[in-house]
């Protein structure tokens, strides 16, 4: 079996939350997904059965339902199974509704907002997404949400929505994102639950979990790539022989090994609070240029296979470019990355 670059599981405790995580993916996600993706969102109990398995609120305090665990890698743990089970899609929910909402809600609501909010979001009875004030034109897992927490100019507000009673059409990427159209505009972050928290501190949190999704992204595609290439004969002469086959690989393969542990990096940062603004919108923009790629390699060397459905690599193609795009409606990390590099010259 070929071993990839991955995040080491450090403790058996973290060990544990890996095994449990993958048997709830095989028997709660993997089963339903291709479902889902004819309808077009993720079934909303399968928030409710995450939460009831404590996956939900790793590192929030016992007293709103979490586990107290003052670690985001075991979330990254959730986030990363559902990558490898094929659904990039539910794996961005997990990220905005329980590693941007959640822990923003935490660290920065006042004490009457926790009890509001965080017991009924650990236990994934409230779905909870985030969004641009400006941007309302397919926003992710608004078919499912309760809440959206809004990233305004110069403000952040929680807002309650109503899911709409049409469902959008199923798009080709990742439509299990339950992605719709939403009406956000300044009148209704007003009207919110204001957070005392600058809209780029929320930004750094959307950066860091986008990152994680595009490693096990590339991670995925390159396994998906490996395994034809092993499998796949040309000539008589299996096409992982090639020396090109080897090199391109071997190529993403090393970018995957650096990525993976700069991003390693910044999830330990952000559990210690000391993850800024400029390493994560770097982590960002490197793991997605890296998803691209090793996307973009795999469907290559796949051939014309790369563009029927029934191979994985198709949809997982398509579901990187749905990543990238929305990662970009958020922001543009380049921008941050710069905006260090030019800072009081």
Do not use: K
């Amino acid at each position: 079996m070929t071993v990839l670059a991955r995040r080491s599981d450090r403790t058996p405790d973290h060990r544990a939350f890996r095994d449990s995580v993958r048997r709830f993916i095989a028997g709660n996600v993997a089963a339903d997904l291709d479902g889902w993706r004819r309808d077009g969102a993720v079934a909303r109990s399968v928030f409710a059965e995450a939460g009831a398995h404590g996956f939900l609120g790793t590192y929030v305090p016992e007293d709103f339902g979490g586990g107290e665990a003052g670690d985001y890698t075991f979330l990254a743990a959730l986030v990363e199974e559902t990558v490898d089970a094929g659904s990039i899609g539910l794996a961005l929910l997990w990220a905005l509704h329980a590693g941007v909402v959640i822990s923003q809600v935490l660290e920065h609501g006042t004490p009457e907002i926790h009890q509001q909010l965080l017991p009924p979001l650990v236990a994934g009875d409230t779905i909870a997404v985030a969004a641009r004030v400006d941007d309302e034109h397919a926003v992710p897992g608004a078919q499912l949400a309760d809440l959206v927490l809004m990233l305004g100019v110069d403000r952040v507000g929680v807002v309650a929505v109503t899911p709409p009673t049409t469902p959008a059409l199923a798009g080709l990427a990742a439509p299990e994102a339950g992605c719709a159209d939403l009406t956000i505009g300044s009148s209704a972050a007003r009207s919110g639950i204001p957070l005392p928290v600058p809209p780029e501190t929320v930004q750094r949190d959307v950066d860091l979990w986008i990152a994680v999704i595009a490693v096990a992204a590339a991670r995925r595609s390159t396994e998906l790539a490996i395994e034809y290439a092993q499998n796949r004969r040309v000539f008589g002469t299996p096409l992982s022989e090639f020396e090109n086959t080897q090199m391109r690989l071997a190529e993403v393969a090393a970018e995957l090994l650096s990525a993976t542990t700069y991003v390693d990096h910044c999830l330990d940062a952000r559990s210690n609070s000391a993850l800024g603004c400029t390493e994560a919108a770097a982590a960002r923009e490197i793991s997605v240029r890296l998803a691209r790629r090793a996307a973009d390699q795999s469907l290559q060397l796949h051939g014309g296979y790369g563009y029927m459905r029934e191979y994985p690599i198709a949809r997982a193609f398509a579901d990187i470019r749905f990543l990238s795009t929305t990662a970009q409606r958020f922001s543009d990390p380049r921008r941050v990355v710069a905006a260090g590099l030019f800072s009081g010259r």
